[in-house]
């Protein structure tokens, strides 16, 4: 049987049935093909690049690590170094001061400049001073430039303070590495005054105090600070000049309660002994508040005592607060470690003890505690409220069996003529039976790893009246325990 010319004709069952077999083993047979070419070239070992990174997809990937059981993947790249913590090495200082002032000035230098500790930075002076006036183990004397150019026309102000805003500028173009990290940082702290905060700005930490940009930062300000400066010459200090830099750079404040302006008059004590959980970085104005320790023969004295002492021996647990209980003699003991201890007859709730009483007076003396920027309490009227104070008489390092630890000892200190009156309480009299307090704490320079929370104080032994002699309290302080906190007990 013919076909008629042009295929027109009719197509046998034989041949259809032939053209759907063709149909149907052609694509087998070039995926047989295909499959049997992958074998052969996934089974011949090959030579793996230089740099074993994975740049396949994951498909891709399952693919190798199933056809070949003799190879592996290469390993993953380590994970990034975690970068190294900010320390003393970190920290370029640059200390602001003028010629006139430096015999002064450099006495409280001497103190906490340690040249064989890995401090490094510069004193600006505003013109040169003799050789013989820079002694050996203070930080090196630079003049800075000249500011004549820069437009300045606050009234009450100085010109000085151009020259101080760029000290940070300054510092930078001499190539030491600062403060790193990494990210752009301005920190320090506001005013204690209110009145201050306001005039000048809460946003701006102020210049007596210190403050600390990191290096990122310090980059960023030296390209732009003197044209910044010259466009705010109305402003009155450095610091107002620096922040309004930091204004147009839109890094606002990073608040550090440990700097401390010291905008207050009169004793210290009151600020001190409830400082904040926070370590303590500077203090100001300590030419016109009374000395740190009372009885001292100078201001610096007193600031080299408290150096020499509890900084030496645990820098991060300077003046830092514990509150406890005297169960027995019914006393609040709240112990501000390397400075006071202070031990109120009754009960005070640690809310209290924790909030400054007033023995200070505001920056404005016209203005009343009102216009302080943070809590106060007013000073105890009845005399039988009033806490004993122990001022920090001596320090030294110690081995006990839990390894190494410091003593401080605190010694009573009145007034000239301080006589308390006879109090018709049921409870001792701390000033009659107490005349020194001794404090063990282990030093703990991990202190501000851990998020912030005040130690643990906890009376060991106390006086229990009588004519026995002993008229010391040892108080332990320490981190602690998941169990203890300063329980208020009124019974």
């Known amino acids: 049987m013919k076909a008629a010319a042009g295929g027109g004709g009719k197509e046998t069952t034989a041949t259809s049935l032939l053209r759907c077999a063709v149909l149907l083993l052609l694509p087998l047979t070039v995926i047989y093909i295909f499959y049997a070419i992958h074998v052969i070239l996934s089974s011949t070992p090959s030579c793996p690049p230089a740099d074993p990174v994975i740049t396949v997809t994951a498909a891709s990937a399952v693919s190798h690590l199933t056809s070949s059981s003799n190879r592996t993947l290469p390993s993953p790249p380590p994970p990034p170094a975690v970068p190294a913590a900010t320390t003393l090495q970190h920290v370029v200082f640059g200390i602001a001061a003028s010629a006139r002032l430096w015999e002064k000035r450099k006495e409280y230098i001497k103190i906490w400049w340690r040249p064989g500790g890995g401090m490094r930075g510069f004193v600006w002076l505003d013109r040169p001073v003799r050789g013989s006036d820079v002694p050996e183990g203070l930080p090196p004397v630079k003049?800075?430039?000249?500011?004549?150019?820069?437009?300045?026309?606050?009234?009450?102000?100085?010109?000085?303070?151009?020259?101080?805003?760029?000290?940070?500028?300054?510092?930078?173009?001499?190539?030491?590495?600062?403060?790193?990290?990494?990210?752009?940082?301005?920190?320090?702290?506001?005013?204690?005054?209110?009145?201050?905060?306001?005039?000048?700005?809460?946003?701006?930490?102020?210049?007596?105090?210190?403050?600390?940009?990191?290096?990122?930062?310090?980059?960023?300000?030296?390209?732009?600070?003197?044209?910044?400066?010259?466009?705010?010459?109305?402003?009155?200090?450095?610091?107002?000049?620096?922040?309004?830099?930091?204004?147009?750079?839109?890094?606002?404040?990073?608040?550090?309660?440990?700097?401390?302006?010291?905008?207050?008059?009169?004793?210290?004590?009151?600020l001190l002994a409830a400082h904040p959980v926070a370590p303590l970085v500077t203090l100001h104005h300590l030419d016109v508040v009374r000395p740190l320790f009372p009885g001292a023969r100078s201001r610096p004295a007193a600031v080299r005592r408290l150096f020499e002492g509890p900084v030496m021996l645990d820098s991060a647990g300077t003046m830092q607060q514990s509150i406890c209980y005297d169960a027995a003699n019914r006393w609040t003991v709240s112990v501000a470690w390397g400075f006071v201890v202070m031990v109120a007859r009754g009960v005070v709730a640690p809310r209290e003890m924790e909030t400054p009483p007033r023995t200070f007076l505001n920056w404005y003396r016209r203005a009343d505690y009102k216009a302080h920027a943070f809590n106060t309490r007013p000073l105890a009227r009845n005399p039988c409220e009033r806490p004993v104070l122990y001022y920090l008489a001596s320090a030294r390092r110690a081995v006990a069996r839990g390894g190494e630890?410091?003593?401080?000892?605190?010694?009573?200190?009145?007034?000239?003529?301080?006589?308390?009156?006879?109090?018709?309480?049921?409870?001792?009299?701390?000033?009659?039976?107490?005349?020194?307090?001794?404090?063990?704490?282990?030093?703990?320079?991990?202190?501000?790893?851990?998020?912030?929370?005040?130690?643990?104080?906890?009376?060991?032994?106390?006086?229990?009246?009588?004519?026995?002699?002993?008229?010391?309290?040892?108080?332990?302080?320490?981190?602690?325990?998941?169990?203890?906190?300063?329980?208020?007990?009124?019974?």
């Not at 702290?189 to 201050?196: A, G, N, T, W």
């Not at 147009?248 to 010291?262: D, I, M, N």
């Not at 006086?463 to 208020?488: A, H, I, L, R, Y």
Request: positive net charge; glycine residues 8%; aromatic residues 10%.
């Open 405 to 491: 630890t410091t003593v401080t000892r605190y010694q009573r200190w009145r007034r000239r003529n301080d006589v308390r009156p006879a109090c018709r309480w049921k409870i001792a009299d701390p000033d009659a039976l107490l005349d020194s307090v001794i404090v063990i704490k282990k030093p703990d320079p991990s202190l501000w790893d851990r998020s912030p929370m005040r130690n643990c104080c906890r009376v060991l032994s106390s006086p229990k009246g009588g004519d026995d002699g002993n008229k010391t309290m040892t108080v332990d302080v320490g981190v602690c325990e998941d169990w203890e906190f300063s329980q208020v007990n009124s019974t």
């Open 143 to 270: 003049v800075s430039s000249d500011t004549s150019s820069f437009p300045y026309t606050h009234r009450r102000g100085h010109r000085s303070a151009i020259r101080i805003s760029r000290i940070v500028s300054e510092t930078f173009r001499l190539g030491s590495p600062t403060l790193d990290h990494r990210q752009p940082y301005y920190v320090g702290s506001p005013s204690e005054s209110h009145l201050q905060n306001i005039y000048f700005s809460y946003g701006m930490a102020f210049g007596g105090g210190g403050f600390a940009i990191s290096r990122p930062l310090a980059a960023r300000l030296e390209r732009m600070q003197d044209a910044c400066i010259r466009r705010y010459p109305w402003l009155y200090g450095s610091d107002d000049r620096v922040q309004a830099c930091m204004a147009e750079l839109g890094v606002p404040l990073t608040r550090h309660p440990g700097f401390h302006q010291c905008d207050v008059y009169g004793d210290l004590l009151g």
